[in-house]
């Protein structure tokens, strides 16, 4: 669900056109600051969620054994998402706040299911994730390409994932499945850097500095599908 929302919000008025309205240095520092601030506590509550169902064999009976509580997790982050994205609460403070909060803590427990695939496997991928995110990170900054105008390009992407996905239910292929995740993992890590510029505020799309929360709430949206897919991929090669 993740992929497709990015590409409705690349087409709001969410960010503006440098020149337009430049922020000074100083401010843009300290937007950037604080969002990075912020993507670290959902990742850290991420982890810690995860950690729990690794390590806590009470937890992960409890999980178990609670379905209905992680469909109503999920709902929680979903509504809380599109609040988010859909609205201009992500602009009023408290209520942005809160709405992060709900939806992080929601989205971590829902996804903390990942613990029963083996502390092997989601440390492998976790430290994957991290490699490659601290490359694209990397690159977003030290490159001359301007990927905050190639909303169309990451559209089209969208599309041909989409039906990798349909054509992979169709026919079990374990083929088709390999090429989706690739699919897939490139789309994440192209979000990756999409969002990344729009953070850092250098090429020709910004984020506004009052959208703290959001870029916040894309960048995490980004790394954590980044994650699951390579945590997939660990799995299978691990089975296989």
Known sequence: MHITDQENFMSSDYFE????SMSPVSVRLNFIRKVYFILLA??????????????????????????SLMVVAMLVSLVSYYVLIYTDQSRKVPNNYILLGVFTVSESYSISYVGF??????LSACLITLVVTGA???YALTTTS????????????CGAAAGL?????????????????AVVICLYGLFIIYDTQLILGTKSNQYNIDDYILAALM???DILGLF?????????SNEN
Do not use: P
């Open 219 to 221: 960048l995490y949206v």
């Open 228 to 236: 699951l897919e390579i945590l997939r991929l660990v799995q299978g």
């Open 17 to 20: 056109i440098k020149g337009l």
């Open 42 to 67: 959902q990742v850290l509550s991420t982890t810690f969620f995860i950690l729990l169902s690794i390590y806590s064999e009470s937890y992960r009976l409890f999980y178990a054994s609670n379905s």
């Open 136 to 138: 694209l990170t990397y």
């Open 146 to 157: 301007d990927v905050t105008l190639q909303g169309g390009a990451l559209f089209v992407l």
């Open 117 to 122: 695939a083996g502390k092997s496997a989601v």
């Open 165 to 181: 996905l349909l054509a992979s239910l169709l026919f079990k292929s374990s083929i088709l499945s390999l090429i989706l995740s």
